[in-house]
């Protein structure tokens, strides 16, 4: 069954490193998508992607955050200078249609900033 | 911003018990979908619904939406330790390329 896939599982960085999250939507796809969830917290939506630009962000989605789809398979997200609120597990999601068409999620990249 | 207000935050049943859990807000939503997250893992889909009333069942699960699209349920029979999880429910607006997630039910099922 097609899934949506991350790397890193986790990865540990200092406060004011650059991180790059990396994922490989499902290959039919067409819209792709960040969320993130801090321990105990809802899900919280960051960025949709559609046709090599932003569709949407959030209030969250500032200047220090980017994304990508550099070669038509990965996408990616990243943190230019991390602060220690940016630790929580970020899920990358991807549907075949939008609006509010089914997303399906990866298995997330646990980042923690120290 | 949809506010989605799920109930109860925290269930915990007995294997064979049965249990429903309720999403629910004031705005009219275009579709619903139901999540279960495990912990450190990302929200597998469950169900979508889309037309006010529909109610549609995934094994022992069932789903239900409100007629006024407002509001929905899920419903599990004769729940199993495997049920154990937290259920999300998310809504899109007809013109958001994003879903908006509610706080989640954890529910937890003993054997």
């Known amino acids: 069954e097609p899934e949506v896939t991350q790397t890193p599982s986790h990865q540990v960085t200092q406060m004011g490193q650059e991180v790059i999250l990396r994922c490989v939507p499902i290959?039919?796809?067409?819209?792709f998508y960040w969320y993130r969830q801090i321990l105990g917290q809802k899900v919280e939506f960051l960025v949709s992607?559609?046709?090599?630009?932003?569709?949407?962000k959030s209030e969250i989605f500032d200047d220090q955050f980017s994304v990508e789809r550099p070669d038509g398979s990965n996408f990616t997200l990243k943190i230019r200078s991390t602060k220690l609120e940016d630790s929580a597990m970020y899920f990358c999601a991807s549907s075949e249609a939008a609006p509010f068409t089914e997303a399906f999620f990866g298995q997330g990249t646990r980042l923690t900033v120290v | 911003t949809q506010l989605l207000e799920q109930s109860p935050q925290f269930l915990s049943i007995q294997e064979g018990e049965n249990l429903t859990v309720y999403c629910n807000s004031s705005s009219v939503f275009s579709s619903l979908q139901w999540y279960r997250q495990e912990p450190g893992e990302g929200p597998v889909l469950l169900v979508t619904?889309?037309?006010?009333?529909e109610v549609k069942k995934l094994k022992r699960l069932t789903f239900q939406f409100g007629d006024a699209r407002k509001d929905s349920s899920l419903h599990i029979t004769a729940a199993q330790p495997g049920d154990t999880g937290l259920y999300l429910c998310?809504?899109?607006?007809?013109?958001?390329?994003?879903?908006?997630f509610g706080a989640g039910t954890t529910v937890t099922v003993r054997a």
């Open positions: 998310a809504v899109s607006a007809s013109n958001d390329y994003k879903l908006s």
């Open positions: 992607f559609y046709n090599n630009e932003i569709s949407e």
């Open positions: 290959s039919n796809h067409l819209y």
């Open positions: 619904v889309v037309t006010g009333g």
